[in-house]
C-alpha cells in the first residue's frame, strides 16, 4: 500500500462547477504537505503548501486533516485552463521522504 | 533563473547498457530527490538526499544507484538498464528535508529497448 493514496478519477465536470480531491497518508509523523499540479507530463508545478489551519488561494482551497490523515483541494468555478492532473505530496518529518500520491486528472469542459 | 538542470533531456538505451541522469540545483538548497513517473503511476520516489553526503532508499530503488557529488549535484546510476526502467525521469531539491516545497526540473525521457 502507498503511503500515499489518490483517487485517479478521471474527474468530467463542466465549467463552473465544483470539484474536490482526497488524499490519504499513512504515515503519522508526516510534516509536510502540498498540492502540485501537472500538465501534459511536464515538470509539476506547485499549486499549494498544505497547512493545519487550511489555506486558501483564489478558487482554490486546501485543507489538512491530521486526526483523519487526510489532505483535500477543493476548486471552485472551474474553468477550461483547471484542465491537468493534481497530484498531492506528504512526508518529510522522521523519514525527509516526500511521497506522492498516484494523482488525479481533471477534465473541465465547456 | 536555471533552478534545477537535468541532462540529458531524452536517451534511448538498449538492455544491460548503463548510463547516469545528471541534475544539478543553483538555489543552495540542501535536499535533493529522483523521482520516476509513468503512466499512471504518478511520481515514484526512487532514491533522495536529504542533505550533501547521506543517500536514502525511496520507493522504488532497485536497479538504481545515486551520488550526492555535492551540494549542488544529485546523479542517479542505471548500471544494467531494463526495458521496465523506461519512464521519465524528474529530479527536484528542497531547501531541507522540512522546509520549503519541491522545486522539479524538466524531466528526462529514458527509453530501454
Known amino acids: 500500500r502507498k503511503e500515499v493514496e489518490q483517487d485517479p478519477g478521471p474527474f468530467n465536470v463542466p465549467e463552473g462547477a465544483t470539484v474536490a480531491f482526497n488524499c490519504t497518508y499513512s504515515?503519522?509523523?508526516?510534516?509536510?504537505f502540498f498540492w502540485y499540479r501537472q500538465d501534459c507530463r511536464k515538470e509539476p508545478k506547485l499549486l499549494m503548501s498544505?497547512?493545519?489551519s487550511g489555506n486558501e488561494d483564489g478558487r482554490f482551497t486546501a485543507q489538512l486533516n491530521r486526526a483523519s490523515q487526510y489532505i483535500s483541494l477543493l476548486i471552485r468555478d472551474s474553468k477550461l485552463s483547471d484542465s491537468a492532473t493534481y497530484l498531492c505530496?506528504?512526508?518529510?518529518?522522521?523519514?525527509?521522504?516526500?511521497?506522492f500520491g498516484q494523482g488525479t486528472t481533471l477534465q473541465v469542459k465547456p | 533563473n536555471a533552478g534545477v538542470t537535468q541532462t540529458p533531456k531524452f536517451q534511448v538505451l538498449k538492455t544491460g547498457q548503463s548510463m547516469t541522469l545528471q541534475c544539478a540545483q543553483d538555489m543552495n538548497h540542501n535536499s535533493m530527490y529522483w523521482y520516476r513517473q509513468d503512466p499512471g503511476m504518478g511520481l515514484r520516489l526512487i532514491y533522495y538526499?536529504?542533505?550533501?553526503?547521506?543517500?536514502d532508499k525511496g520507493e522504488v530503488p532497485n536497479g538504481y544507484n545515486v551520488s550526492r557529488l555535492n551540494k549542488r549535484e544529485f546523479s542517479l546510476r542505471l548500471e544494467s538498464a531494463a526495458p521496465s526502467q523506461t519512464s521519465v525521469y524528474f529530479c527536484a531539491s528542497r531547501r531541507t528535508v522540512n522546509t520549503g516545497e519541491l522545486f522539479f526540473g524538466e524531466g528526462s525521457r529514458l527509453t530501454v529497448l
Open positions: 504515515n503519522s509523523a508526516s510534516q509536510s
Open positions: 505530496v506528504g512526508g518529510g518529518g522522521n523519514t525527509g521522504k516526500l511521497i
Open positions: 538526499s536529504a542533505s550533501e553526503g547521506t543517500t
Open positions: 498544505v497547512y493545519s
